[in-house]
Every structure is written in structure tokens, then in C-alpha cells.
């Protein structure tokens, strides 16, 4: 089993910085892909960045530029570094494990986001 833990949500006034940290432990299955989802009020959940084991990146077109996910030395832990917030980034973010060999998919519990205009 594995566990996510996010932290380093919080309120922010527009143009402002955030930084998520997300810590994964437990049976950590080496290759795999650690991914930001947020999800907004009324707003179906959304793929925010992505980064493999091997440091391959991906963002959505609304977050390029501004946002940026890490993973620390340890591989066990992801960041995702958001600049010049805006309150369309408004939500609840949330950390995700996926691994394809095997096929396994573990969530965190999530943190509130919130941009003020």
C-alpha cells in the first residue's frame, strides 16, 4: 500500500506563489508517474502537471509558464511550484502515484487552493 500526503495549500491574493509538497511512502513502486490534479467548484477534475521517474514533464496548457513540478533527491516526493496564481486556479489539488506495471493508481487526501481577485 501506498500513502500521499499533500501540504502547503492556503490562501493567496492573485499574482502571489504557492509551493505544494506531496510525500508518498509505503511499497513505492519505482517506475511511475507522480501527477497534480486540481479540481475546482461545480468543475470536473483536471490534470494539472505531470513528472515520471525519469524526470519527463507535462502541463496543462493553462498552468505552462507559471507553474512547475519537481520531484526531490529521494524520488518519493513531488512539488508543484505555482506563480503568478490566478483565481481560476482556485481548487483542490491533489497528488497522484500511478504505475503501469502493475496497474496501480493511489490519491492523497487533497489541498485547498485558493486565489482571491
Known amino acids: 500500500q501506498v500513502q500521499l500526503v499533500e501540504s502547503g495549500g492556503g490562501l493567496v491574493q492573485a499574482g502571489g506563489s504557492l509551493r505544494l509538497s506531496c510525500v508518498a511512502s509505503?511499497?513505492?513502486?519505482?517506475?511511475?508517474?507522480m501527477n497534480w490534479y486540481r479540481q475546482a467548484p461545480g468543475k470536473q477534475r483536471e490534470l494539472v502537471a505531470s513528472?515520471?521517474?525519469?524526470?519527463?514533464?507535462n502541463y496543462a496548457d493553462s498552468v505552462k509558464g507559471r507553474f512547475t513540478i519537481s520531484r526531490g533527491n529521494a524520488k518519493n516526493t513531488v512539488y508543484l511550484q505555482m506563480n503568478s496564481l490566478e483565481p481560476e486556479d482556485t481548487g483542490v489539488y491533489s497528488c497522484?502515484?500511478?504505475?503501469?506495471?502493475?496497474?496501480?493508481?493511489?490519491w492523497g487526501q487533497g489541498t485547498q487552493v485558493t486565489v482571491s481577485s
Open positions: 509505503g511499497s513505492i513502486i519505482s517506475l511511475n508517474v
Open positions: 497522484n502515484l500511478a504505475t503501469v506495471f502493475p496497474i496501480r493508481d493511489y
Open positions: 513528472i515520471t521517474t525519469g524526470g519527463a514533464t
